[in-house]
């Protein structure tokens, strides 16, 4: 994979470089892994578009109904 851009690479090239960190007995790759995956996830249901589409409503009271 070396040289190569993340986005060039096929699936299975992709599914077999994550998996690397993935399964890594290296405890620090793992976390880091789950770390990057966490700040991935905030950035996209952190879109107001995407929430919109998912039908989320925050509220500023929390969970609590509102009336």
Do not use: C, H, M
Request: aromatic letters at 18%.
């Amino acid at each position: 994979f070396k040289g190569k851009a993340f986005s060039d690479l096929s699936f299975e090239q992709r599914l077999k470089y994550l998996e690397t960190f993935q399964y890594s007995p290296i405890p620090k790759l793992r976390v880091g892994l789950w770390g990057l995956r966490t700040l991935l996830y905030l950035g996209y249901y952190g879109n107001p578009t995407v929430q919109k589409e998912l039908g989320y409503q925050p509220s500023l009271v929390g969970w609590k109904t509102i009336k």
